[in-house]
C-alpha cells in the first residue's frame, strides 16, 4: 500500500536482475549443430539410456529427469536428439543417428576415479579432481592428498540404536570394529565437520593429470617432480606422504629453462635444495646474459628428471598400497609457457594439443538482454536504428516512459496490482494516439 511507483520499477528492475544473475546464458540451442566440442555434458540417470546430454538439453528436454553433471568433456557432441536416447529432444526436433565418435567411459556408468567408486553428494565429503587428459575425476585420497574420511554417516542400524555413529567410546567399547591405531583419527575426522587441508589444494596448481595418462606422454612423463610439476612421494610405505616439485615461482625461476644452470646442477634430488637456496641469484643472472645458442637444432632445456619419480613409471600397473610414488602430476600456474620445445620434447605434446594452449570449453550464449533494465533494453533496442530515427526514438520512447510511468502511477499510489490488461490496455492508447497524429 505504501509502495511508490519508484520502488515498484526498482522491484521489478530487481526481480530482471535477479533472474539474470541465476541463468545469466541462453539455454534456447541444443549444441548438436556445433558437432563435437569440449562442452558441459550430462547424465540423464532416469532415462534408461547411457547417453551425454548438452546443458541446453539437461534444462530443455530433461527438466524433471534425475541428471548428475559430468562437467566438461572434450569432443563431445550431444546425444539428446540422436536415435541414442528415446525421449524426444525439443530442441533440435529432427531424428539424428547416433553420434558414433563420442567417448563413453566409466563415468557414464556412474564410476568415477581410479578406485572406481559411484559418486554420492549424500554422502561424499572430499573434493575430487578433474584429470586434464582423461576428464575422469579423482579422490584426493586416492591421489595420497588426505587420508579417506569416513563417508557421511548414514542412517544407524537398528542394533547400534543407542550409539550415534560419531561416537567412539573410551574404552572402545562402544566399536568394537575400530581398533586402536585409527580409533583417534576417526573420532576427530568424524567430531569437525570440515576437513583437514589436503596435501595439494586448489591453490597450490593450475591442472591436474593422472598417473595413467601421464604415463601416455613422455615429455610430461620426463618432467614430473621437477619445478612446477608437483608429485607426491613417500620415503617407505611407514612414512607419511610429501609433495616434490614445488612452484618454480618460489625456487630459482629460472632453473628450469637455462641450459647453463641445468649443466651446472648434478641431477640429483638431494643437492637441489642446497644449490637454489645458495646461488639463486647469480646463477639466475648468467642464464640471462650468456644468450642461448642460435644456430641448428635446439638443445633440449627440459631440467634433468627426477629419479625418484621416474622409478615409479617402471611398473605399469602398481599395488597402490605399497607404492612410493604416485606419478600424478600437479602443473603450476603457467605451466604451458615453460614447456622445453625441441625437436625431441615437442611432438609428444603436439600429440596433446591441450598442453600447450588452453582449450575453449564452449559455453551457452550470454543472454545479450540479461541484466538490464526496462530502460536499458529500450535504449539497446535504439541503438539498432539509424541515428535520426534513434533521436526520433529517443524522445518517442522518453515520452512514452514518462507516458507509462504516469499511467501506472494510481496503481502504485492504490498499491493496486498491475495486470496484464493493463498494461496492453496501455499501449492500445498509445497506438491510437500514434494513429491518430499520422491521419
Ligand atoms: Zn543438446
Ligand atoms: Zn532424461
Ligand atoms: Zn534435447
Ligand atoms: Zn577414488
Ligand atoms: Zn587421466
Ligand atoms: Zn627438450
Same mark, same amino acid.
Not at 103 to 120: L, V
Not at 152 to 164: A, G, I, K, M, N
Given at each position: 500500500m505504501s509502495e511508490t511507483l519508484a520502488d515498484y520499477v526498482e522491484s521489478q528492475d530487481e526481480l530482471v536482475r535477479e533472474a539474470a544473475l541465476a541463468l545469466p546464458h541462453q539455454f534456447s540451442q541444443c549444441t548438436y549443430a556445433l558437432g563435437p566440442v569440449r562442452q558441459a555434458v *550430462?547424465?540423464?540417470? %532416469?532415462?534408461? @539410456?547411457?547417453?551425454?546430454? /548438452?546443458?541446453? !538439453?539437461?534444462?530443455?528436454? =530433461?527438466?524433471?529427469?534425475?541428471?548428475?553433471?559430468?562437467?566438461?568433456?572434450?569432443?563431445?557432441?550431444?546425444?539428446?536428439?540422436?536415435?541414442?536416447?528415446?525421449?524426444?529432444?525439443?530442441?533440435?526436433?529432427?531424428?539424428?543417428?547416433?553420434?558414433?565418435?563420442?567417448?563413453?567411459?566409466?563415468?557414464?556408468?556412474?564410476?568415477?576415479?581410479?578406485?572406481?567408486?559411484? *559418486?554420492?553428494?549424500? %554422502?561424499?565429503? @572430499?573434493?575430487?579432481?578433474? /584429470?586434464?587428459? !582423461?576428464?575422469?575425476?579423482? =579422490?584426493?585420497?586416492?591421489?595420497?592428498?588426505?587420508?579417506?574420511?569416513?563417508?557421511?554417516?548414514?542412517?544407524?542400524?537398528?542394533?547400534?540404536?543407542?550409539?550415534?555413529?560419531?561416537?567412539?567410546?573410551?574404552?572402545?567399547?562402544?566399536?568394537?570394529?575400530?581398533?586402536?591405531?585409527?580409533?583417534?583419527?576417526?573420532?576427530?575426522?568424524?567430531?569437525?565437520?570440515?576437513?583437514?587441508?589436503?596435501?595439494?589444494?586448489? @591453490?597450490?596448481?593450475?591442472?591436474?593429470?593422472?598417473?595413467?595418462?601421464?604415463?601416455?606422454?613422455?615429455?610430461?612423463?620426463?618432467?614430473?617432480?621437477?619445478?612446477?610439476?608437483?608429485?607426491?612421494?613417500?620415503?617407505?610405505?611407514?612414512?607419511?606422504?610429501?609433495?616434490?616439485?614445488?612452484?618454480?615461482?618460489?625456487?630459482?625461476?629460472?632453473?628450469?629453462?637455462?641450459?647453463?644452470?641445468i649443466s651446472d646442477q648434478p641431477a640429483n634430488a638431494g643437492d637441489k635444495r642446497v644449490a637454489s637456496e645458495t646461488s639463486v641469484e647469480p646463477a639466475a643472472k648468467r642464464a640471462r646474459t650468456e644468450s642461448p645458442s642460435s644456430s641448428g637444432s635446439k638443445p633440449c632445456l627440459a631440467p634433468p628428471p627426477e629419479p625418484l619419480v621416474q622409478d615409479t613409471y617402471s611398473t605399469p600397473d602398481p599395488d597402490w598400497t605399497t607404492i612410493s610414488c604416485t606419478g600424478d602430476v600437479f602443473l603450476t600456474e603457467n605451466f604451458r609457457d615453460r614447456w622445453c620445445r625441441c625437436d625431441s620434447c615437442l611432438p609428444s605434446l603436439e600429440a596433446h594439443p591441450y598442453l600447450l594452449e588452453e582449450e575453449e570449453t564452449y559455453e551457452p550464449p550470454e543472454d545479450p538482454d540479461s541484466g538490464l533494465t526496462l530502460e536499458e533494453l529500450g535504449m539497446r533496442a535504439l541503438e539498432r536504428l539509424p541515428r535520426d530515427r534513434a533521436i526520433d526514438g529517443i524522445l518517442a520512447f522518453n515520452s512514452m516512459r514518462d507516458n507509462l510511468r504516469a499511467y501506472l502511477r494510481p496503481f502504485a499510489e492504490d498499491g493496486k496490482i498491475v495486470g496484464e490488461a493493463d498494461v496492453q490496455n496501455f499501449f492500445e492508447q498509445l497506438n491510437k494516439a500514434r494513429a491518430d497524429a499520422l491521419s
Open positions: *550430462y547424465l540423464c540417470l %532416469t532415462c534408461p @539410456e547411457v547417453r551425454g546430454i /548438452c546443458s541446453a !538439453c539437461s534444462i530443455a528436454c =530433461h527438466t524433471d529427469h534425475n541428471q548428475i553433471e559430468l562437467f566438461p568433456k572434450r569432443d563431445f557432441r550431444c546425444d539428446c536428439p540422436t536415435e541414442g536416447i528415446a525421449h524426444v529432444c525439443t530442441l533440435h526436433t529432427q531424428k539424428e543417428p547416433i553420434n558414433a565418435s563420442n567417448e563413453y567411459g566409466q563415468n557414464f556408468q556412474s564410476k568415477f576415479c581410479r578406485c572406481g567408486r559411484p *559418486y554420492d553428494a549424500k %554422502t561424499e565429503r @572430499e573434493a575430487m579432481i578433474q /584429470c586434464l587428459s !582423461c576428464e575422469d575425476w579423482f =579422490h584426493e585420497s586416492c591421489c595420497m592428498l588426505r587420508t579417506r574420511p569416513e563417508p557421511r554417516p548414514p542412517t544407524p542400524e537398528p542394533d547400534h540404536h543407542d550409539t550415534p555413529p560419531e561416537t567412539v567410546g573410551e574404552g572402545g567399547s562402544a566399536n568394537e570394529e575400530s581398533d586402536a591405531t585409527t580409533g583417534d583419527d576417526a573420532a576427530s575426522e568424524a567430531s569437525s565437520s570440515g576437513l583437514p587441508p589436503a596435501l595439494i589444494t586448489a @591453490e597450490d596448481y593450475d591442472c591436474f593429470v593422472c598417473r595413467d595418462c601421464v604415463m601416455k606422454i613422455p615429455t610430461l612423463r620426463r618432467i614430473v617432480g621437477t619445478p612446477g610439476a608437483i608429485t607426491v612421494l613417500r620415503a617407505d610405505v611407514d612414512s607419511p606422504w610429501t609433495r616434490v616439485g614445488n612452484d618454480p615461482s618460489q625456487e630459482d625461476a629460472d632453473a628450469h629453462i637455462s641450459i647453463d644452470t
